[in-house]
């Protein structure tokens, strides 16, 4: 037999031909992560740079808004000092002269690279002098000459054309550096986009040569880079998701401070009395509703929302909604037209469904200029009802069409735009609509050409779980243009009532509604003195706060719940909280209390909530109204125009 020799050369020829190519495909897999790392780390330089001088951008916006602030705060307190001669009001005057130089320092000093807006801080600089000068020539005035030489060089208008200046120059200067700031978030954006390019291609190379565990190295890498983009993401719309709701909520407090500083002083008159608390009450309103919208929101993001669901007469929510809007409509000038066709019922929540028309009817008031006109029509189309809200107003522009009801989004999202407000409304409306099997649409033709939202809801037949409509629907008063009435003051005669709660203010405003109301009222601070005030009073009503440092209102009613019934055991409790989530209530009406209300708390909700649960509980037959009843507790769940939650005492 032949010994064949070439086989064993061959075998060990391969081999080093494996070794040297695997060698290679190791090398050249080496070289291509390396030079995609570097290209990486370059790039991601970049985007850092560019992040860092969109933060600059944005340090330089927040220094000219505290330039602005402080002159809205000297121009306040003159202004103060002008209405009503006290100098007291010249403490915001002073705070703000003293607080400009700072500032105006701090905003040369983070564009002492930037020649244009150098120049434009010269502008500002010499605008700010001008106000200052007659700010102070006007407070001089007064106090040589005397208010009226000093309310004469007001009413000149030298102010308000200084305090203009003022604002354009302010306006000039925030526009370019909120022009460069997004020219930096684009190139970081291109910069990242460049990076994910580079770090795929050699993620791929690599792939290929070093096969399955190069793959997973290079999934590693994309998933990683696209959770920073996410995390990022994430960052950039929550900083301006926070500046937003900030904004919002500041503005409405800022007339309540401001307004409550002026009522303080005594020579305020009648006239200026009622605008001042006619302002703080719509400014609190505003509040409320974006703290609803914000709840509202987060419950249909976690899946908490609920609706209940009954049948009832769709002209009853339509027109109800529409009275709650016509005061608003009304201040404007504006024509409201309707075509409502009746007879239409639907299976539905009445709250939510009001819900939807009023969130479309605030919409079209909110963006139709005076004297123009509103129309509400609702037809039958086969087996659905459909309810068109048109109007006049400013329109939408085409591009902005599709994000229309996306959260959080609005047209003009600038610190300049007219329109205030979270841009939740029409989003919640498209999940209402679609939460009652119905869709929604909008459609205008442009700018300055009006807007159309189409609303089609089935109209199913009853369904197992509903209530039927054995009573009319109350209209909502959901615009806060009303004013907050209080209960009748023999509606809680008889009754004695315990309140708790470590705020005092609200301690004290709680008590002076329930003794304006008939009740004979105690009051603590805290939970030990609410224990001997208990033993001591015995009363018929417990009204208890439930975030209260060392005890909590919980701990408070398991301490009484342990009592004997001889001893106030199963006296009646409301909960007072400003913690609205399902597992909240739940907790709250599982530990024993008979109600809870959710802050703030509007007078005549905490009478009825206590006549409820005192009638419940056999202790109490009355209303908020003072007349005498005695129907039974009904249990309710917290809805968009009602916090109170009432629940049977077992």
Aim: charged residues 25%; aromatic residues 4%.
């Amino acid at each position: 037999m032949m010994f064949d020799r070439r086989r064993p050369f061959s075998r060990h020829r391969r081999s080093n031909a494996s070794r040297i190519f695997f060698i290679g495909a190791a090398t050249l897999a080496f070289l291509v992560v390396a030079v995609s790392g570097f290209m990486e780390y370059r790039g991601t330089r970049v985007v850092i740079g560019e992040f860092a001088t969109a933060r600059q951008d944005s340090n330089t916006i927040v220094a000219l808004n505290d330039v602005l602030a402080d002159v809205l705060s000297a121009e306040t307190g003159q202004r103060g000092l002008m209405m009503t001669g006290d100098r007291k009001y010249l403490g915001p005057y002073r705070r703000g002269v003293e607080h400009i130089d700072a500032d105006l320092t701090r905003v040369d000093q983070l564009t002492s690279q930037e020649p244009d807006q150098q120049a434009r801080l010269r502008v500002l600089r010499s605008a700010i002098s001008s106000k200052l000068a007659e700010l102070d020539q006007t407070i001089r005035t007064h106090d040589a000459i005397g208010q009226s030489a000093a309310m004469a060089i007001v009413a000149s208008g030298r102010g308000r054309d200084d305090m203009g200046n003022v604002r354009r120059a302010i306006d000039a200067m925030r526009t370019v550096e909120e022009r460069e700031r997004e020219v930096s978030r684009v190139n970081a954006d291109n910069s990242s986009a460049r990076v994910l390019k580079g770090v795929a291609i050699g993620t791929c190379l690599a792939a290929v040569l070093l096969l399955l565990t190069f793959v997973q190295f290079g999934i590693a890498s994309r998933a990683s880079q696209r959770a920073r983009e996410e995390s990022e993401s994430a960052n950039r719309m929550k900083d301006q998701f926070i500046a937003t709701v900030s904004h919002e909520l500041r503005t409405p407090l800022t007339a309540i401070l401001g307004w409550a500083a002026i009522l303080r002083d005594d020579q305020v008159d009648p006239q200026t009395l009622d605008e001042g608390l006619a302002t703080i009450q719509l400014s609190a309103s505003v509040q409320k509703k974006l703290i609803e919208d914000l709840l509202d929101v987060s419950r249909i993001q976690t899946g908490k929302l609920r609706l209940s669901m009954r049948t009832l007469d769709l002209t009853d929510v339509i027109r109800g909604a529409i009275e709650s809007m016509r005061p608003a409509a009304d201040a404007k000038s504006l024509r409201i037209t309707t075509a409502i066709e009746a007879g239409i019922r639907i299976s539905g929540d009445p709250d939510r469904l009001r819900q939807i028309v009023w969130n479309l009817m605030t919409n079209a008031v909110k963006f139709t200029p005076k004297s123009g006109e509103i129309a509400i029509n609702v037809t039958r189309a086969d087996s659905h009802v459909v309810i068109e809200v048109r109007d006049t107003g400013d329109g939408i522009d085409l591009t902005f069409l599709p994000h229309v009801f996306q959260p959080f989004r609005q047209s003009d999202s600038s610190r300049a735009r007219v329109h205030k407000g979270l841009g939740l409304g029409l989003s919640i409306v498209k999940y209402l609509v679609e939460a009652h099997g119905g869709s929604v649409s909008v459609w205008s033709a442009g700018n300055g050409m009006g807007t159309t939202f189409r609303v089609s809801l089935p109209i199913m037949p009853i369904v197992h779980g509903e209530m039927s409509d054995e009573t009319a629907l109350p209209i909502a008063n959901e615009t806060g243009s009303f004013p907050i009435t209080l209960p009748s003051p023999h509606a809680l005669r008889g009754l004695k009532i315990m309140v708790v709660d470590d705020h005092e203010p609200t301690r004290e405003i709680l008590s002076f509604v329930l003794q304006r109301s008939g009740g004979e009222v105690v009051s603590a601070s805290g939970a030990a003195a609410a224990m001997t005030l208990f033993r001591a009073h015995r009363p018929d009503v417990i009204v208890s706060d439930i975030g209260m440092p060392d005890e909590d209102g919980l701990t408070l009613l398991e301490r009484i719940r342990k009592l004997p019934s001889s001893a106030g055991g199963e006296t009646p409790a409301i909960a007072l909280t400003a913690y609205v989530r399902r597992e909240d209530s739940e907790r709250l009406l599982g530990g024993g209390f008979q109600a809870y209300l959710t802050k703030p708390v509007e007078p005549v909700e905490l009478v009825h909530a206590i006549c409820e649960i005192a009638a419940g509980c056999g202790a109490h037959h009355c209303a908020p109204d003072g007349t005498q009843t005695d129907r039974d507790v009904v249990a309710r769940t917290d809805t968009q125009t009602s916090d109170i939650t009432l629940q049977v005492a077992p």
